[in-house]
């Protein structure tokens, strides 16, 4: 059975816990089983030959760190716990601290060195504050240890929704999360804080996430898998669909050409480039498997786009910016025909927003905007700290796919789902490898893939080709490296 990548919110996990404890399972429970899964993981992944330093903070993740303290004693390490005091804890925290029966040593004493293990269980996911004073005290003499630390839940300091730092933050080696992963454990800069995270089943069932209906999702095949187009002996080309792709002049067709190259290694049956007079010659130089169709005035493209067979668009690289450009996305959106709106296309709408985003026509729509791209055409809500509010307000308010690009990509549905993208590289840090994103978009559109899971798929797709890579890659290695992910994904299939 496919699982799909729910991530929960701290919210959404906290009315997680208050389900499954209103079904008859105590508090106190899942807190023992979720000590018992940091105390395992601490001996599965550093053995036994280290002392272990403990911080408990105030919460309930405090009462995790007093259970998993208490079950690595019983297990032969040697363990301090460290905490403000003990006198805050209530409830099954209390319990827990109650359970621990030795001296507990105080965070304003807290010194370590590099053959410790330091177990984080100051602050969880729900952080609501920055880390200050002695919390942030320890979290700095923690950091500058070279002591391996794991972290309970979240690094400490993280914020479990948008992923930033909180004042203060620890730098894990491991992370113990429970149930479902939270925003904050993929988002940038949080995920880089992670270091490995490991998902622990402490009695949760699946069946709370009916109730809690989770809109946000780590991007991966079981999101989107069964949407792809599948290869079948009975397909021909035309079924796999024509993208077509809008060339700029004679000296700027690079990136267009790109990204039909994407289009044609990422699926699409055919492709074509649209290319002004000036830019056909150059384009017949580098063009073999792809078409070319002379396009100069509006009355080209609208030619082509009332061919119902040439069915997804790119527009933007390399395109040049102005009134031609929204101009002729008017005409693509007003025929029905899926687009993809990317670099010159988006700043073309930077003073006009509302001839985007109350546009006539049906055909759907994604954008793909960088940070500066983005702030250009949503000025107000470029400023929001989250990432994920961020995309998905854009992509309300343009009715349309937004694929806010970065480390930590985050695709958005005007629906309210956002998928956060887990997979990137660093190795896609360089020009040209967005206009490779969009042509594999518009692959995955003319396949008749939906919008959103169009725009999951083609961004982990392009990330999973990157990482192949590594080193030294330019955007014009990526076409040919998507053919193998795709073999792999439906290999998988």
């Not at 203060?168 to 939270?182: E, G, I, N, Q």
Request: proline fraction near 5%.
């Amino acid at each position: 059975m496919t699982v799909i990548p729910h991530l929960l919110s701290p919210d959404e996990m906290a009315h997680a816990d208050r389900l499954t404890v209103e079904s008859g399972v105590p508090i106190l429970q899942l807190m023992e089983t979720a000590g018992n899964a940091v105390a395992t993981a601490v001996i599965d992944q550093f053995g036994w030959g280290r002392p272990v330093s403990v911080l408990a903070g105030p919460g309930n993740n405090g009462g995790d760190a007093f259970v998993a303290a208490r079950l690595l004693r019983e297990r032969g390490c040697d363990v301090e716990i460290f905490a403000g005091t003990t006198d805050r804890y209530t409830g099954a925290a209390a319990a827990s601290a109650q359970a621990w029966g030795s001296d507990v040593r105080l965070l304003r004493d807290f010194r370590t060195g590099p053959d410790t293990l330091i177990v984080d269980g100051l602050f969880g996911a729900g952080l609501s504050r920055p880390v200050d004073g002695e919390f942030a005290r320890t979290v700095e003499i923690a950091n500058a240890s070279r002591a391996p630390i794991l972290a309970i839940d979240i690094p400490s300091g993280i914020d479990g929704n948008t992923g930033e730092i909180r004042g203060a933050a620890m730098r894990a080696a491991l992370t113990v999360t429970f149930f479902r992963p939270k925003p904050g454990h993929l988002l940038l800069p949080g995920r880089a804080h992670c270091g490995e995270i490991r998902i622990a089943d402490i009695g949760i069932s699946s069946d709370v996430l009916a109730r809690i209906e989770p809109t946000t999702f780590a991007n991966e095949p079981a999101l989107w898998h069964a949407r792809l187009l599948a290869p079948s002996d009975t397909h021909h080309k035309y079924d796999r669909g024509h993208t077509v792709v809008l060339s700029g002049g004679a000296s700027h067709g690079g990136a267009a050409r790109l990204s039909a190259m994407a289009a044609l290694r990422g699926g699409a049956g055919l492709v074509t480039v649209a290319s002004p007079a000036s830019g056909l010659l150059v384009n017949a130089t580098h063009l073999d498997a792809i078409m070319l169709k002379r396009c100069d005035e509006e009355g080209d493209l609208r030619a082509l786009a009332e061919d119902r067979r040439l069915n997804a668009y790119v527009l933007g690289p390399g395109f040049g910016v102005g009134e031609k450009a929204r101009a002729s996305a008017g005409v693509i959106l007003k025929a029905g025909r899926a687009l993809v709106l990317d670099a010159d296309g988006l700043t073309s709408f930077q003073d006009v927003q509302r001839a985007l985003f109350e546009r006539e026509g049906a055909g759907p729509l994604v954008l793909t905007p960088h940070d500066g791209e983005f702030a250009r055409l949503f000025p107000d809500l470029a400023g929001l700290p989250s990432k994920l509010d961020r995309a998905r307000l854009a992509s309300r308010r343009a009715d349309a796919i937004v694929v806010l690009k970065g480390g930590d990509t985050v695709i958005a549905a005007p629906d309210g789902r956002a998928a956060i993208n887990e997979n990137g590289s660093p190795a896609l840090a360089t020009a040209g490898t967005g206009d490779v994103l969009t042509g594999l978009i518009a692959a995955q559109l003319a396949n008749g893939v939906p919008a959103f899971e169009a725009a999951c798929a083609a961004v982990w797709i392009h990330a999973c080709a990157a990482s192949g890579f590594g080193t030294g890659l330019i955007a014009e290695d990526l076409p040919r490296l998507v053919p193998r992910v795709l073999a792999t994904l439906h290999q998988e299939r």
